[in-house]
């Protein structure tokens, strides 16, 4: 089984600010962890995903991820935040395949302020 | 072209109707999955297809809720008699499949809406 807790459900920072999201995990296997944004009224997508290639990951719009097996944590950094960042953020992990159900945290709306 | 359309986008209802959504994705996905997302929560796997076959249907509610993916390709899912308790935003993702396991993994759809009055 698996579970993802994501510590705080909002954060506030200010524009050019590092960008620091939550993330721990369980797994009863190898997990493939997953960091998906949402914007208003729309789908999920992808900024990166953890398969095991890599402990240090790299997304899309300068997002990037730290795989840290002795924390249990997969947290998402961005160095400076931009007005365009301010989303809602779901961490997801899929034990066994990296197309296996996702099982979601909480998710932790970003508020970007000038 | 969106690799996952659904439609409708937004659907307002009446608790104790019926209610159905499409997802309609680019063909050539074998994996098709059905989340349902309430307000403030992450989504939550509803039912999962390969080809046309149910593999996980462990979280649907079967009273009331059902989900077919007749040929393989678009799938419906359907709410009969719809309550208060299910308005959500219901997403549909299929597996993209890729040379590598970094290019593997789950594409969304953008949602459908749902409010039941």
């Known amino acids: 089984a ?3 807790t994501q510590l705080g459900s909002h954060v506030s920072v200010s524009e050019g600010a590092l960008v620091l ?4 995990y ?20 992808l900024l990166l995903k953890y398969t095991s290639a890599a402990t240090l990951v790299k997304g899309i719009n ?10 249990t ?6 160095p400076s935040a931009h007005m365009s960042d301010a989303a809602e953020y779901f961490c997801a992990v899929s034990g066994g395949t990296s197309y296996g159900k996702l099982t979601f945290g909480q998710g932790t709306i970003l508020t970007v302020h000038p | ?9 937004y659907k307002i209802t009446e608790k104790s109707q019926a209610v159905a959504f ?7 996905h074998a994996t098709l999955y059905w989340y349902r997302q309430i307000l403030g929560q992450g989504p939550e796997l509803l039912v999962q297809f390969q080809d046309e076959s149910v593999v996980d249907d ?10 077919e993916r007749l040929k393989g390709v678009d799938s419906t899912l359907k709410i009969q008699p719809a309550e208060l308790g299910d308005s959500a935003m219901y997403l549909c993702a299929v597996r993209r499949i890729g040379g590598t396991p970094l290019e593997e993994t789950q594409y969304f759809g953008p949602g459908t809406r749902l409010l039941v009055l």
């Not at chain 1, 944590?73 to 961005?78: A, E, I, Q, Y």
């Open chain 1, 21 to 24: 999201l939550r993330c721990n």
């Open chain 1, 62 to 71: 300068g997002f990037e991820a730290e795989f840290k097996k002795s924390e």
């Open chain 1, 26 to 45: 369980s797994s009863s296997v190898p997990p493939y962890l997953f960091w998906y944004v949402q914007y208003p009224n729309q789908g999920l997508q």
């Open chain 2, 22 to 28: 499409w997802c309609d994705p680019i063909s050539g």
């Open chain 2, 58 to 67: 462990s979280q649907l509610p079967k009273d009331r809720f059902s989900a």
């Open chain 2, 1 to 9: 072209e969106a690799e996952v359309a659904q439609s409708p986008r």
């Open chain 1, 2 to 4: 698996q579970s993802v």
């Open chain 1, 73 to 78: 944590s997969f947290h998402l950094t961005k």
